[in-house]
């Protein structure tokens, strides 16, 4: 079992729905990125929290540390905003930064 | 804020050949510095990571190797490649307790 799991793996919807995006672990942390991965490959980080709810746009990110889970969520979703959401945690005491990957999340939104 | 060019963008190189990618940071100091490599659909695959000037920890056993010759910059090397090199090369930058800020990638064909 990977140590970070991400559902689902493939998410397709219709421009202006709220999209839900999910990230389990199992290791105990210090921080989980969200990122976002375009077409093109370029990424590009999107939070980074420890706890509690972060909010950027249209962009929601919550973390409940107790049961491990953390999810992204879009509001007003928009054609656009199709690419791979990736989840990564750092392990706690882990001071060299390093992140354990989840496999990503692809999401492509139909006008 | 840290900006991080990575170079080149794109690049076709046959199988035994030399690789050199450069990946260079502004804006930060004494930066975490990682190299990634992105198969084609795939998640993303920690190669080298850099906590200092000449201080390199590889993750994958491999024919790649890295450098950090000056606090800013991160090489990418191998002597000769070979078919399963090919992917994408993402160089990311982490100054302490931050989210990660990567390059553009470089996308690597190997023929």
């Known amino acids: 079992k990977n140590e970070v799991e991400q559902s689902p793996q493939n998410l397709t919807a219709q421009e202006g729905e709220f999209i839900t995006i999910n990230c389990s672990y199992s290791v105990g942390i210090s921080a989980l990125h969200w990122l976002q991965q375009h077409p093109g490959g370029g990424i590009v980080s999107l939070f980074m929290?420890?706890?509690?709810?972060k909010k950027h746009g249209r962009l929601i990110a919550t973390i409940n540390i107790q049961e491990k889970h953390s999810s992204l969520h879009i509001t007003a979703s928009h054609p656009r905003d199709s690419a791979v959401y990736i989840c990564?945690?750092?392990?706690?005491?882990?001071?060299?930064?390093?992140?354990?990957w989840g496999a990503g999340t692809k999401l492509i939104i139909k006008p | 804020s840290q900006t991080i060019h990575q170079w080149p963008a794109t690049l076709v190189q046959p199988v035994g050949s030399p690789l050199s990618l450069e990946c260079t940071v502004e804006g930060t100091s004494n930066p975490n510095l990682y190299w990634y490599r992105q198969a084609a659909g795939r998640g993303l695959q920690l190669l080298f990571y850099s906590v200092g000037i000449g201080q390199i920890s590889s993750e994958v056993p491999q024919n790649l190797s890295a450098s950090r010759p000056q606090d800013r910059q991160f090489i990418l090397s191998s002597k000769k490649l070979l078919l399963s090199d090919s992917g994408f090369y993402l160089c990311a930058c982490n100054p302490r307790a931050s989210p990660l800020h990567f390059g553009n990638g470089t996308r690597l064909t190997v023929t």
């Open positions: 990564a945690v750092r392990s706690a005491g882990d001071s060299n930064y390093q992140l354990i």
């Open positions: 929290l420890s706890s509690g709810k």
